[in-house]
T-cell receptor, first 115, second 108 residues
C-alpha cells in the first residue's frame, strides 16, 4: 500500500511565477491536510480538505494561496505570484477519518525555492 | 478545544544520555495521544501512541505513558543515540496544529 505521495519533491520558481504542489493521499483516505515548514521551524497548519470540500482553511494566507481536493485526482496546493518568503517545505498528510481521529500519514514533502 | 503544550527546544544531549521531552494536553474526554518524529529532510512519521489512560506506547527505545491524573504524555528514552537527532512532536487527534516541536541534537 503506497504511502502519501507528493510531487514534485523539489521545485524552483522565480518571483511572480506560479507553483503547484500535488498530493496523492494513501489509498482509502479521503481527508488531506497541508502544512508549511520554514527552515529550522515547526510545522504550520494551512488547510484541511475532504473530497471536493474545504473543511478548515484558517491557516491559509488570504491572498495567492489556494487548495483543492477534487473528486478524482490528487489534492493541489497552488501558490500564485510566488515571493521569496514562500520558500519552504510543504507537507501533505492524509487520514481515513474525519478531523484526524487517528494517526496522520505524511508525505516526504515538496521543497519550494523561490529565486 | 483540544490542544497540547510541548516543551520547547532545542535540546542537546551527549550520546547515551537520558531524554525527557515534556508534553501536557487539554482535551475533552480521553483521546488517543501521539508522538511523531521528523528526521532531517523527511516528513513526519508516527513514533508511538497510546489509546487510553495508563497505556504506555513504545518504539525504538522510546516510551511515553498516558497519565490522566497529570494530563501528560512525556517522551522518554534511557540512552539516546546520534541517530535520534530529529524534531519530536506531541499531538492528539482533532488538533491538527503540530506547532514547533522539540528539536533534539545528540552529540557523539
Amino acid at each position: 500500500n503506497a504511502g502519501v505521495m507528493q510531487n514534485p519533491r523539489h521545485l524552483v520558481r522565480r518571483r511572480g511565477q506560479e507553483a503547484r504542489l500535488r498530493c496523492s493521499p494513501m489509498k482509502g483516505h479521503s481527508h488531506v491536510y497541508w502544512y508549511r515548514q520554514l527552515p529550522e521551524e515547526g510545522l504550520k497548519f494551512m488547510v484541511y480538505l475532504q473530497k471536493e470540500n474545504i473543511i478548515d482553511e484558517s491557516g491559509m494566507p488570504k491572498e495567492r494561496f489556494s487548495a483543492e481536493f477534487p473528486k478524482e485526482g490528487p489534492s493541489i496546493l497552488r501558490i500564485q505570484q510566488v515571493v521569496r518568503g514562500d520558500s519552504a517545505a510543504y507537507f501533505c498528510a492524509s487520514s481515513p477519518a474525519a478531523k484526524a481521529t487517528g494517526e496522520l500519514f505524511f508525505g516526504e514533502g515538496s521543497r519550494l525555492t523561490v529565486l | 478545544g483540544d490542544s497540547v503544550t510541548q516543551m520547547e527546544g532545542p535540546v542537546t544531549l551527549s550520546e547515551e544520555a537520558f531524554l525527557t521531552i515534556n508534553c501536557t494536553y487539554t482535551a475533552t474526554g480521553y483521546p488517543s495521544l501521539f508522538w511523531y518524529v521528523q528526521y532531517p529532510g523527511e516528513g513526519l512519521q508516527l513514533l508511538l501512541k497510546a489509546t487510553k489512560a495508563d497505556d504506555k506506547g513504545s518504539n525504538k527505545g522510546f516510551e511515553a505513558t498516558y497519565r490522566k491524573e497529570t494530563t501528560s504524555f512525556h517522551l522518554e528514552k534511557g540512552s539516546v543515540q546520534v541517530s535520534d537527532s530529529a524534531v519530536y512532536f506531541c499531538a492528539l487527534p482533532g488538533d491538527m496544529r503540530f506547532g514547533a516541536g522539540t528539536r533534539l541534537t545528540v552529540k557523539p
